[in-house]
């Protein structure tokens, strides 16, 4: 399963592809099952790049019945310019918050972060 993102010129925030338009909820993004949907609804949305900056297709995976971005950095760009829960996309809630704090194996980050000293 694959999802179309990209980010909005306007003001730089994540979008989503739904039905030939983007959106900025990941819930409300439109899933492609297989590659070709996704490459075809990739090149329709390269051709309106004066809206947005190189679209691009994402991995999803399924965990408990919802559907998440595989990559961690991709998990970051759906919720929204900062991660704490009173500001960005999680201050409305929903299910697209749901799906991204209950992803699991790839998908989840081990909350460690490696610090290096610059000299």
């Known amino acids: 399963m694959k999802a179309l993102t990209a980010n909005r010129l306007a003001d730089g925030e994540a979008v989503f592809w739904k039905q030939g338009a983007w959106v900025e909820r990941f819930a409300e993004a439109e899933f492609f099952v297989d590659q070709a949907t996704g490459e075809a609804a990739e090149a329709h949305a ?65 909350g460690r972060v490696n610090l290096i000293k610059r000299k």
């Open 46 to 110: 390269k051709s309106q790049q004066t809206v947005v900056v190189d679209p691009y297709l994402i991995d999803l995976a399924e965990s408990d019945g919802l559907w998440a971005p595989v990559s961690y950095r991709e998990r970051l760009r759906a919720l929204g310019p900062t991660n704490h829960l009173h500001h960005g996309k999680q201050a409305a809630g929903g299910a697209d918050i749901e799906a991204l704090q209950h992803a699991s194996g790839a998908a989840r980050s081990s």
